[in-house]
T-cell receptor, first 113, second 113 residues
């Protein structure tokens, strides 16, 4: 089944403790992206990647890192999480880019205490 | 900068039509999208419209685009309880596939039996 898989689904952590949210897609998609969803703000793009080893900042990249060493994986790294990064995070992918259908993961609810 | 605005909440009775409205600012947008988010799930692409179209119909869904007023609407005919969800409109801002996907805040549709 074609899908975008995020893990974990829920995560509670403390300020400053490094964490990684994984994202994997099995559709051989070139484009992958991370969004955060906050009440009243919709979805905001954090980082995106057009292909392996090609990443770029979205609207709200501060405090986040990404890597794209393999086509299928696009992990989101929070080196030193802070409470303002408490949010619902979504990974998405498409075959080539934004003009094509985006497939979303089920989301990761992160709480930073 | 680019902005996409939606009303936050809409309540309708089962069987009525629902109309969800959206305004956007980037007149160069080539694609405009409607995504649906059911509780606890990621976003799913519902429909989209090219900027050179005025209307697109897909079963119970009708998308209307007024480029002059930068206004997009989604009409759901014969609304069912299963249509209860958050609906996001989105536009591609910037050039080609490297542009950003800008989401509205989302409209929560409540369908009463």
């Amino acid at each position: 089944e074609a899908q975008v898989t995020q893990n974990p689904r829920y995560l509670i952590t403390v300020t400053g403790k490094k964490l990684t949210v994984t994202c994997s897609q099995n559709m051989n998609h070139e484009y992958m992206s991370w969004y955060r969803q906050d009440p009243g703000l919709g979805l905001r793009q954090i980082y995106y990647s057009m292909n392996v080893e090609v990443t770029d900042k979205g609207d709200v990249p501060e405090g986040y890192k990404v890597s794209r060493k393999e086509k299928r994986n696009f992990p989101l790294i929070l080196e030193s999480p802070s409470p303002n990064q408490t949010s619902l995070y979504f990974c998405a992918s498409s075959f080539r880019g934004l003009s094509e259908k985006l497939f979303f993961g089920s989301g990761t609810q992160l709480s930073v205490l | 900068g680019e902005d996409v605005e939606q009303s936050l909440f809409l309540s309708v009775r089962e069987g009525d039509s629902s109309v969800i409205n959206c305004t956007y600012t980037d007149s160069s947008s080539t694609y405009l999208y409607w995504y649906k988010q059911e509780p606890g799930a990621g976003l799913q692409l519902l429909t989209y419209i090219f900027s050179n179209m005025d209307m697109k119909q897909d079963q119970r869904l009708t998308v209307l685009l007024n480029k002059k007023d930068k206004h997009l609407s989604l009409r759901i005919a014969d609304t069912q309880t299963g249509d209860s969800a958050i609906y996001f409109c989105a536009e591609i801002s910037g050039s080609g596939n490297t542009g950003k996907l800008i989401f509205g805040q989302g409209t929560t549709l409540q369908v009463k039996p």
